[in-house]
């Protein structure tokens, strides 16, 4: 009997009017149908509903990525970054219509992942058994997704995060608010390929508005996912996303 069928959250492609809503199997590994259609994509996953498969996750990753899996000292997360970059293949597969093992995935001095060769930007988040991906041939995507239990951190934190303006803002609004606009910031300074090298009080991110990149100059909107009970995740993309959930085979 094959594993119980795990779930895709996958957010809708954004400026064609298909989602990518039904799976197709194709050389023993489901394919996300309509990414190859879609503009933007974005997706999270539970690593728990994933792992029956994580030796074939495995045999997906190249040196590189196995060398960042062997580096990691808990099982937990040799198992989560396996399955991360297995699901990052396997999207931008679908994504450029070609094997997982074909995809040009490589990652820049900063660290972002880039997909050179190709038109598409791509972003990953992984905590705490949780993994998002997100996708676009339209412009930069950053995606972030932390575990809901480092809220009770982010009042420590405030300072770090919040603009002045948000400082006053968010001091009324308590750990959860900051947790939000946490995940908003990096979404977006992932996008712009800076990561934490840019200063998150040195930007502006309302949910569900749009903001310049930093060094960048380029717009995002960004928008919270709606990312289960344990974690919360934002998602900097070229445009407003209309949210849809869908299943996916396997990985
Ligand atoms: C990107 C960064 C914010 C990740 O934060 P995190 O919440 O710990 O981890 P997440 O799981 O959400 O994201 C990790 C993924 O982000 C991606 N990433 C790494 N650096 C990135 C960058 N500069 N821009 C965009 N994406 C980046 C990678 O895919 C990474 O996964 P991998 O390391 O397994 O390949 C952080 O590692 C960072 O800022 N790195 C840049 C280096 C830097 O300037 N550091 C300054 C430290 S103060």
Redesign the pocket.
Known sequence: MPPSVPTVHAVAPQTRAEAPESVAEGGGWATLAGAQDADTCALWLDVADWSPWRRRATALLDAAERA?VERMRRPADREM?TI?YAAHRLLLASCLGRAPEAVPLT?DA????RVPGTAWHT?????DGAVAIAASRVGPV?I???TRARAGLMPELAERICSPAELRRYAAMGPEALLALWVRK?AV??AC?????VEMSGIEVPDGASCVLPRDGRRVHVAMLPVGAAHVAALASPGPDGIRHVPWWRP
């Open positions: 960042r970054l991360a990652r900063r660290g972002c992942p972003s990953l988040s992984h905590a950053g972030d997704l932390e990096e300074l992932k390929g800076w990561g934490l090298g």
